[in-house]
């Protein structure tokens, strides 16, 4: 998984603090789950299953040109099968694969490869379909510096983590960058926009679709931090944290049309105060998580915008910055956050508290 690939590098680097910086940022979840869920849309299949009809009719079009099978009959059941392939690689690709195999990442910024070039890779060495689709596979079922074809990436990167999709879906995601062409400008945005027109209709879609905003930010700051950890070191990664944080937020919000912060009513970033809509919706939520146990999203129109709040609870490791200044926060640690936010006021937490919300602010 890919946290263990983190665990690794920062182990390697052994810098305790670094590590803890970065967890961080995973860890901003809705709900205080696995560092890093894969299937973050889980709970919003049958959504995705409708929008996937207009995708998935466009792409039949591309694909069934050059291609000559059988009877009629024969080639709507093979339309199905593919749309649904397709269906889902694209879904993977544009979430899972483009945040580190960015076709657009500054020099500096880049994690790895942008798709093109491994695509171009593959392609030179396997020409049909089916052998393309098997070699991709078959190296990211289980990634080993022995059964890359890039090894040069492997010593420029390191070797990709196993992000631990089952091997239908890397067939998915392989036949789907097999057959799309990624030169095409608006490859990866095609499928958002008509998500965006065709199907963003109730409050209910609003709300799941900020909830997926806000875990994909999670994972694009997770990501950054980790590139700084790689290129500039633990010491690099701290100043991250402390500078990068809130403009990487936004540009991961212009890509998705959407405008996200982090915010709370003890705040350690002075820009991360809640207003007094948000802190009126904090102080409801703490109120039904000490009654109930737990804290629902919520949802609100202004104007032209739909405005999404998502709780974002502790977890025991959040407290060895957020804990208790005594007992919980070690000294360095007390003494670089101090040096950094001297006005602080994000401590004194315990397990499962309220530590702050998403809000994501999204285009009606
Ligand atoms: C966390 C960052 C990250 C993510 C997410 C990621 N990759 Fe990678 N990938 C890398 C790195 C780093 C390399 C270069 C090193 C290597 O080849 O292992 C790489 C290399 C590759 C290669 C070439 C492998 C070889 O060496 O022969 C393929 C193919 C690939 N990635 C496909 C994908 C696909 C498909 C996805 C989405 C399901 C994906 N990657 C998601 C980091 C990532
Ligand atoms: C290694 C130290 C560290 C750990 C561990 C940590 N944080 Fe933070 N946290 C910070 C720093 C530093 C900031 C300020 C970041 C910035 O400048 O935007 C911050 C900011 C935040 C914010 C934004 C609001 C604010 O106060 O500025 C939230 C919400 C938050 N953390 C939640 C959590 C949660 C939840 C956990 C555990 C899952 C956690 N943090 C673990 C260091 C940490």
Redesign the pocket.
């Known amino acids: 998984m890919?946290h263990e690939?983190l665990k690794y590098i920062a182990s390697a680097r052994r810098d305790n603090a670094s590590l803890l910086f970065y967890l961080h940022s995973l860890n901003n979840d809705v709900a205080t789950e696995p560092i890093l869920d894969i299937d973050i849309d889980d709970d919003l299949k049958p959504k995705e299953k409708k929008r996937f009809v207009l995708l998935s009719s466009a792409l039949f079009l591309v694909l069934f040109h050059s291609c000559n099978t059988g009877t009629q009959t024969e080639s709507q059941a093979s339309e199905n099968e593919i749309s649904k392939t397709m269906q889902e690689g694209f879904e993977?690709?544009t979430q899972?694969?483009?945040?580190?195999?960015s076709p657009n990442a500054t020099q500096e910024a880049r994690?790895?490869?942008p798709?093109l070039a491994?695509k171009k890779?593959?392609s030179e060495k396997h020409d049909t379909e089916e052998a393309f689709v098997g070699?991709?596979r078959s190296?990211?079922t289980k990634?080993t510096?022995e059964?890359?074809?890039?090894?040069n990436?492997?010593e420029?990167?390191?070797?990709?983590?196993n992000?631990g999709?089952t091997k239908e879906?890397?067939s998915a995601?392989?036949a789907y960058?097999y057959n799309t062409d990624l030169e095409k400008p608006g490859w990866n945005k095609e499928y958002s926009n008509k998500d965006k027109q065709n199907t963003l209709g109730s409050e209910e879609d609003y709300l799941k679709e900020g909830q997926r905003l806000a875990m994909a930010t999670k994972s694009v700051l997770g990501?950054n931090l980790?590139s700084s950890i790689q290129h500039k070191g633990p010491e690099g990664a701290l100043v991250f944290c402390n500078e990068r944080a809130i403009p990487l937020t936004d540009s991961m919000a212009q890509e998705l049309e959407a405008s996200i912060k982090r915010v709370s009513d003890k705040n350690r970033n002075p820009g991360n105060l809640a207003n007094e809509e948000e802190l009126a919706y904090i102080k409801k939520a703490k109120l039904a998580l000490t009654n109930t146990g737990s804290i629902e999203p919520h949802i609100s129109e202004k104007g032209d915008r739909m405005i999404g709040y998502y709780p974002i609870l502790t977890n025991a490791m959040c407290l060895k910055c957020h804990g208790s200044t005594e007992s919980d926060i070690d000294l360095n640690t007390l003494s670089a956050i101090n040096a950094r936010y001297p006005n602080d006021n994000a401590t004194g937490y315990k397990s499962n508290e309220l530590r702050g919300i998403w809000v994501i602010e999204m285009k009606k």
Not at 96 to 101: I, L, R, T, Y
Not at 147 to 151: A, L, Q, R
């Open positions: 890919l690939w993977i690709v899972n694969c483009v945040s580190c195999h994690l790895a490869p798709l491994v890779h593959y070699a991709m190296f990211l990634p510096a059964s890359s074809e890039m090894p990436a492997v420029k990167f390191g070797l990709m983590p992000l999709y879906q890397l995601v392989a960058i990501k980790l």
